[in-house]
């Protein structure tokens, strides 16, 4: 997906990358195009290793306030779950901040091997869909499970003692991404913020702040095409302190009741569980809408499935507990 956030990297600055970091020279370099935001790119060198350079936006990019410094918050993220969870996560090799070589941040991983369950999924047969499911409910829940000292972002310099204000915060904050560039929405900005207040009680019951991933679809899920297990988790830039049931697998992208076998406890299940899932679905439909006008994506296909999605739950909101 071509978006205006994704920095390029020349083959000339490539090498200067291997060099530096490995003392050799690269054989290849191809850009991975897959993802949305930072730009990523596999560098193949000369002993044979293969690694993945991944390049946050230039400083002059426009960005919504989350994804600020999320580039830091993924490295710290990612060596958080590869040191106490059983995650295939990729291994962190380098995360260079000098802006010597190209004008912003990079980290260099582990190449993942496999497939990303997005492509493989249509060729896969009904039971192994569903154990890749319950295998990434499993894996969810050991991260889940990570506790930290405060709620917010990982990329985020804020931090709350309870989440009820660091929720707010957050919608607060998309709300202002949107109004800062005029982005039409289904109803008034102050509407969408006071009917989501309404619904706040339901948050009250979150007083644990877990690690939270909050971007675990099927594209950053990657799959062994022949054993059809999980070979590597991505995509940690996103991860917060905040409640599990935030997960997209809660039914933020669709139901997922073989992920929720996986997983053990039904967290759906929990007093006051549907409305905080409506009030994280509200979130995640914003952000999704509204950073096309940020990303200027291609075609409009995003913003028009998530305007949908926006629409249905304001409508699910505006329903009496």
């Known amino acids: 997906m071509k978006a205006i956030s994704k920095t390029p990297v020349s083959p000339q600055q490539a090498q200067e990358i291997a060099q530096k ?31 993945v350079l991944k390049v946050a936006p230039l400083a002059e990019v426009r960005v919504l306030r989350y994804e600020r410094n999320i580039m830091q918050a993924e490295v710290d993220a990612l060596r958080l779950a590869r040191a106490h969870t059983q995650m295939p996560v990729p291994e962190i090799f380098i995360h260079d901040t000098s802006r010597a070589i190209l004008p912003t941040d990079y980290f260099i991983m582990s190449f993942v091997p496999g497939v990303s369950f997005w492509n493989l999924r249509k060729d896969l047969p009904p039971q192994s869909q569903d154990n890749i499911e319950q295998q990434t409910g499993r894996y969810l829940r050991q991260m889940n499970n990570i506790h930290g000292p405060h709620f917010g972002y990982f990329a985020s310099e804020e931090r709350h003692n309870n989440w009820v204000d660091c ?11 949107g109004l800062d560039v005029d982005m039409p929405l289904p109803m ?12 706040y009680a339901a ?15 099927d594209g950053n899920i990657f799959i062994d095409p022949i054993t059809h297990n999980i070979t590597g988790i991505i995509d940690f830039e996103r991860a917060l302190w905040g ?3 935030m997960e997209v697998n809660f039914g933020g992208l669709g139901d997922k009741p073989q992920f929720r076998t996986g997983y ?10 549907p409305t905080r899932k409506m009030l994280y679905n509200l979130y995640l439909y914003l952000i999704m809408v509204i950073e096309c006008r940020y990303r200027q994506y291609e075609t409009p296909d995003q913003e028009n499935w998530a305007r949908q999605m926006l629409f249905d739950e304001l409508e699910k909101l505006k329903q009496p507990a």
């Open 167 to 177: 929720f707010d915060s957050m919608l607060q904050g998309v709300l202002q991404d």
């Open 203 to 217: 948050l009250q019951s979150v007083t644990t702040p877990a690690l939270v991933h909050w971007d675990l679809w």
């Open 264 to 273: 053990g406890p039904d967290l759906l299940a929990e007093p006051g569980a």
């Open 243 to 245: 409640d599990p049931l």
């Open 188 to 199: 008034p900005y102050p509407d969408i913020l006071a009917l989501a207040r309404a619904k």
């Open 21 to 51: 970091h490995f003392h050799q020279p690269i054989t290849s370099l191809e850009e991975l195009s897959d993802g949305f935001f930072n730009a990523t790119y596999l560098l193949k060198l000369v002993d044979g290793s293969i690694r």
